[in-house]
T-cell receptor, first 114, second 112 residues
Framework: DARVTQTPRHKVTEMGQEVTMRCQPI?????VFWYRQTMMQGLELLAYFRNRAPLDDSGMPKDRFSAEMPDATLATLKIQPSEPRDSAVYFCASGLTPSVREQFFGPGTRLTVL | ELKVEQNPLFLSMQEGKNYTIYCNYSTTSDRLYWYRQDPGKSLESLFVLLSNGAVKQEGRLMASLDTKARLSTLHITAAVHDLSATYFCAVDIGAGSYQLTFGKGTKLSVIP
């Protein structure tokens, strides 16, 4: 049963702390996306990678957010330092491009920054 | 900048009724997606529409795409409570970008 996995599923932290979210894409998928979902802004694309190379991170606040893909089975999204306005659900999605291009979403990480 | 607009944003309907959700987008696109999200859950892919005139059906849901009008519709037939969820359309502008731009979502509540 191929699916995207994300850890942790829930994270509560205090302002100023570092947060790391992890994503394991579906085996064989070559493209990974990070999204943030809030009530006010909806779904926003933060960054995405193809074949582990970052293609676009223009949706990400550069001063505090960073995204990496150290290998084909792991993508990370870090926030340092975290702020209350970062509270949101962060989704990772993976896909196979250019052939399929459909994105399959992970369960999300619900982040609360106090 | 690509804009994707869904309407309505909120929809309350009785079981057994029919209704249509609309998704308009502002630039040329070669494919469009519909996703479903249950409260507190992830997004589940419903339909992938790949060309003008594409129509796909799954159970009580039918999606169509008119690329000339830049419009997709999601039609609900004889709604049941299990269809209560938020439905998102997303547009892929292609041209090597691989990015999806999502609409705000339509929150559907089916009332017995």
């Amino acid at each position: 049963d191929a699916r995207v996995t994300q850890t942790p599923r829930h994270k509560v932290t205090e302002m100023g702390q570092e947060v790391t979210m992890r994503c394991q894409p579906i085996l064989g998928h070559n493209t990974v996306f990070w999204y943030r979902q809030t009530m006010m802004q909806g779904l926003e694309l933060l960054a995405y990678f193809r074949n582990r190379a970052p293609l676009d991170d223009s949706g990400m606040p550069k001063d505090r957010f960073s995204a990496e893909m150290p290998d084909a089975t792991l993508a990370t999204l870090k926030i340092q330092p975290s702020e209350p306005r970062d509270s949101a659900v962060y989704f990772c999605a993976s896909g196979l491009t250019p052939s399929v291009r459909e994105q399959f979403f992970g369960p999300g990480t619900r982040l609360t920054v106090l | 900048e690509l804009k994707v607009e869904q309407n309505p944003l909120f929809l309350s309907m009785q079981e057994g009724k029919n209704y249509t959700i609309y998704c308009n987008y502002s630039t040329t696109s070669d494919r469009l997606y519909w996703y479903r999200q249950d409260p507190g859950k992830s997004l589940e892919s419903l339909f992938v529409l790949l060309s003008n005139g594409a129509v796909k059906q799954e159970g009580r849901l039918m999606a169509s795409l008119d690329t000339k009008a830049r419009l997709s519709t999601l039609h609900i037939t004889a709604a049941v409570h299990d269809l209560s969820a938020t439905y998102f359309c997303a547009v892929d502008i292609g041209a090597g970008s691989y990015q999806l731009t999502f609409g705000k979502g339509t929150k559907l509540s089916v009332i017995p």
